[in-house]
């Protein structure tokens, strides 16, 4: 007998399965020098609470007590960055003052002062932008305007983390370094200061840890944000996406479930156990539980697995087919962190989209102090 399941009945059998800106005043008067460089965007990005919607502004990163270096995630770029434990990092969304769904830029700064015990000054800065407000540029447009523009003394291509991009330095005066990278018809600048030797190299370093993550940006479609009502996690999802937060059980700290306007799935009984068909679509369920699970994900057939990174803390995604997936196929993606398993559940069909289940990871958020 075949029927088609509810989606209440699918997210509760898948939930068994398993600043406002501070006081600190950021020494930049040169950040403007950024958008002089040109650059060019798509539609921006959706910041949209489900309770309240509010404006993202400076979100601070601290340097950590252990280790060389911490790698950071910036989830509305795409990318990450491993940057060196005694450097600032901070990270500026700008929200359209007329539709508070978009941002007009993402603006963050590495550096080696502004942070509780730090130094008061220093030399090294890093400033990175990208404009949402922008039109799209083409490759062409974007490589001529680097190598043939009058303000560089020099333009030399680059290919790091999968970006394609330019290593350049401004003539005269203010002779910052940049580096700009192609995302898709836009344009991430980061300039260098001061402009020393050391700088530049300590600047190369940063640069060729970069990372493109999952999905990278979203131009195809507008993104809301989903906070966990006890401040767990936040991540985004389209904005066409039905979700809700579900009852806990057991030892779970929160449920979320969602899924996309298509989903269709079929359910036929049996055998040993039912034969689940993916139809359409994608379905998603989050779990926050409250034990820390030393056991990985069950070995099924078809399994392979690959890093992914929740707020800079990594994390493992597995793809496979259970005994009971007649059609379609799981993504489970889980990261333990302080005693909790993070664990972010998808059923989709063989045609659907794999690339929002990429931007969805990427977007997943553990860490109440970046929160926006």
């Known amino acids: 007998m075949n029927r088609r399941i509810p989606m209440v009945v699918v997210m509760i059998s898948i939930s068994l399965f398993a600043v406002a800106c501070g006081t600190m005043q950021v020494g930049v008067e040169d950040a403007g020098d950024v958008a002089d460089q040109g650059g060019a965007a798509g539609e921006g990005i959706t910041p949209e609470a489900t309770v309240v919607v509010s ?195 057991g030892t779970q700290l929160s449920s979320l479930g969602a899924h996309s306007p298509d989903l269709e799935v079929v359910e036929e009984d049996g055998g040993p156990h039912s034969n689940i068909y993916y139809k359409k679509g994608i379905s998603l369920h989050v779990q926050v539980i409250g034990e820390d699970l030393a056991s990985d994900i069950p070995s099924w057939p078809n399994q392979w697995e690959y890093p992914v990174y929740f707020s800079g803390r990594p994390g493992t995604a597995y793809v496979y087919v259970e005994p009971s997936t007649a059609e379609g196929e799981i993504r489970t993606a889980k990261v333990v962190h302080e005693g909790k398993t993070y664990l972010l559940r998808f059923g989709y069909a063989d045609d659907a989209e794999r690339e929002i289940i990429d931007q969805i990871i990427s977007s997943f958020n553990i860490e109440p102090e970046t929160f926006y």
């Open 55 to 249: 404006q993202p502004t400076a979100t601070p990163e601290e340097p950590q007590p252990t280790g060389d270096t911490k790698r950071y995630v910036f989830e509305q770029l795409g990318i990450s960055l491993e940057v060196p434990l005694d450097l600032y990092v901070q990270k500026d969304l700008d929200v359209n003052y007329e539709d508070q769904s978009r941002l007009d830029s993402y603006l963050f700064y590495i550096q080696n002062y502004g942070y509780p015990g730090g130094p008061s000054s220093g030399n090294f800065q890093m400033y990175g932008l990208l404009q949402y407000s922008l039109p799209p540029i083409s490759w062409e447009a974007f490589s001529d305007a680097q190598v043939n523009s009058p303000m560089n003394a020099y333009a030399n291509y680059i290919e790091v983390g999968g970006l394609r991009g330019y290593d350049t330095q401004v003539a005269g005066e203010r002779n910052r370094y940049f580096y700009h990278f192609y995302l898709d018809g836009q344009v991430l600048s980061i300039a260098v200061a001061e402009p020393t030797p050391e700088n530049k190299a300590l600047a190369d370093e940063i640069i060729q840890s970069l990372q493109l993550l999952p999905g990278g940006l979203s131009d195809a479609s507008h993104l809301t944000l989903v906070r966990d009502p006890n401040q767990l996690f936040q991540i985004l999802i389209p904005d066409d996406w039905e979700f809700a937060f579900e009852p806990t059980i």
